[in-house]
């Protein structure tokens, strides 16, 4: 049965790769994933662009354990010398756009799932959510579902990790920040000027660290990553505008983050876009960890941001693939470690229920 169940998977991969799926236009994606529940007999629900479906046999009383990988991608970038809407397969790699991140997780877990449907008498109930608009962190993607699918205890993110566990991930905080000055001819005496005034701001931010060092995620990341002031060669202008990326380890919440930042910086003002994607952790004692140490994988955490940064339960990212390849040119997933991931999902759920 697996094996069918990962040629099937890899079938299917090669669709969603020929089908456009930016976030919020995932529609014609969602629909080749309800396909795959009908072809199998498995009762599903399309909420949006979100598809999502329990295994035969739930049981209110028993915990529930989450597999979620998202469908929709990135826009491909111009470096690209293949079609990036074309499944090639060439030297043993699947190319196209979506097919590390996270095509490859996605259809690998729809595979897991469909194999464990009609299980008796497991340990945990299963819910399967292909989700939408997790590359812009959307409304309507895995938070919109929350309040939709049944309570979630604990969760499998389907993300590239070459299939090692990422017992951690990283949150995300960017904020808005102002450095204020006094407009004037650029001809004139200014010694309010709002873009020198940023170069001891620039250097506060370089320089700043945060005291707590996470054993798993490291120290906080705290990047300047964009700039803007002026219009006119000849004006000098009132403010200038920065935009800082914070990258919080699970030391922080997302909102100490920012009240630290909001006391501290010397900015004019610092706000922040969004306090819900902190950062995510699972126990290195919790029964899914332990399986998949037991089964020869290592533990790390992850840099990179993806849905569980919205789930309130333990949350394990594991999936298929290389996180260095994702949204990069003439993106690819090798066959091979699909059909290894499926495996491996496998026999990681096989030694808990």
Not at 43 to 50: E, F, I, S, V
Not at 91 to 105: I, T, V
């Amino acid at each position: 049965m697996i094996a069918t169940l990962t040629q099937e998977a890899i079938a299917l991969l090669k669709n969603l790769i020929e089908t456009q799926s930016f976030s919020s236009e995932e529609d014609k994606t969602a629909e080749l994933i309800e396909q795959w529940f009908k072809t199998h007999n498995i009762d599903a629900t399309r909420t949006k662009n979100n598809v999502w479906a329990v295994n035969k046999n739930f049981e209110e009383a028993k915990p529930t354990l989450l597999l979620n990988s998202h469908h929709d991608t990135v826009k491909p970038n111009s470096a690209y010398t293949k079609d990036p809407f074309k499944a090639i397969v060439a030297d043993g790699k699947l190319f196209g756009l979506g097919s590390n991140d996270a095509g490859g997780c996605l259809v690998s877990l729809l595979a897991t799932f469909t194999y464990f449907y009609e299980h008796e008498d497991l340990n945990y109930n299963l819910v399967m959510v292909a989700s939408a608009e997790e590359e812009n962190s959307g409304s309507n993607g895995l938070n919109s579902m929350l309040q939709i699918m049944p309570k979630v205890d604990v969760a499998i993110v389907g993300e590239p990790t070459l299939m090692q566990l990422a017992i951690a991930e990283k949150g995300l905080v960017v904020f808005d920040a102002k450095v204020k000055g006094r407009p004037s001819h650029a001809a004139h005496p200014n010694p309010d000027n709002a873009i020198y005034n940023c170069i001891e701001v620039l250097q506060w931010f370089k320089d700043y660290s945060f005291k707590k060092t996470s054993e798993t995620l490291g120290e906080v990341k705290m990047t300047v990553s964009q700039i803007k002031a002026g219009e006119q060669h000849n004006a000098i202008p009132a403010e200038v505008d920065l935009v800082i990326d914070v990258r919080v380890n699970d030391c922080y919440s997302n909102a100490e983050i920012a009240e630290m930042l909001q006391n501290e910086s010397p900015c004019d003002s610092i706000i922040p876009r969004s306090l819900r994607l902190n950062s995510s952790s699972i126990p290195k004692e919790h029964p899914l960890v332990q399986s998949g140490l037991a089964m020869g994988r290592e533990t790390y955490g992850s840099p990179t941001l993806s849905d569980q940064a919205v789930l309130a339960c333990p949350s394990l990212k594991l999936g298929p693939g290389d996180s260095t390849r994702s949204h990069s040119a003439d993106e690819f997933i090798y066959l091979k470690e699909i059909e290894e991931g499926i495996g491996l999902y496998v026999e990681l759920l096989e030694r808990i229920f």
